[in-house]
């Protein structure tokens, strides 16, 4: 039932995070009030569906701007949603976290990504989201958003392709950018196909953010060690390679409770400590 639970409210947050139905339309991007906000989880301001920003592209614009300043704004945000809920954003909140799983439902052979890729994500958030709109800036001293312009897939998906489409102009202007982050989104499907998640687990700079808080989170797993039998068919079905059992509130944890249905003793449960 929570697995269910879980799918529909990951449906349920895409469609109200996309709501903007006049962006397909041939209305443009929607550019009222509520862009001004950011959502939770990574979901593209260039999407004509989007009604809010990425908070990954909300950094970088202020970073990279000509009177650099520090979004204390944004980084509040985050770190509310971090102590509170660590990375079950990432579980439940994220489109792109969704479309990933959706397409891991395809019958295919599957393995898990090496342990040390889920390092790779934190080198993006320092250089490409951190240093690079700051260090590498043009001749008006703004920089670019390098994340959102040269890595991620998200935007493609949700940005990149549906405006290309819609629009004659664009189209035919198409370079060497579009097909560089083209390849970067096919990529990430067809891996999305064999492997749970790799996006989320190696490159995703907002999940590496919502990951520092896992361990202070007030939302937690625990193991009751009375019922615990050391099984680890918590850490098999885990998509994230979580050794459950050891360390429930790990880094890379995204909270999505497949561990809690595949324990036989019911010894993982969810805790609200403050």
Known sequence: ???????????????????????????????????????????????????SSCPI??????????????????????????????RVVCGFLCPFGLVQEFLNKIRTPKFKLPNWTKYIKYVVLIIFVILLPILWANELGMGDPTFCKYICPAGMLEGGIPLVLMNNSLRSIVGFLFKWKM????????????????????????????????????????????????????????GMGVEVYKSPNSLECIRCGECKTVCPTKAIKTAIKL
């Open 1 to 51: 039932m929570a697995k269910v639970n879980r799918k529909i409210i990951q449906i349920i947050s895409t469609l109200i995070t996309n709501a903007n139905i006049k962006g397909v339309m041939g209305y443009g991007i929607y550019k009222g009030p509520l862009k001004k906000s950011c959502v939770p989880g990574l979901n593209c301001y260039s999407c004509p569906l989007a009604v």
């Open 57 to 86: 592209g909300s950094i970088q614009a202020i970073l990279g701007s000509a009177k650099y300043k520090f979004s204390f704004y944004i980084l509040g945000i985050l770190m509310l949603i971090g102590v509170v809920l660590g």
């Open 183 to 238: 390849a970067i989104l096919i990529f990430t499907i067809i891996l999305s196909i064999y492997t749970f998640r790799p996006f989320c687990k190696a490159i995703c700079p907002l999940g590496a953010i919502y990951s520092f808080f896992n361990p202070i989170s007030i939302y937690k797993l625990e193991i009751d060690k009375d019922k615990c039998i050391y099984c680890k068919k918590c850490s098999e079905v885990c």
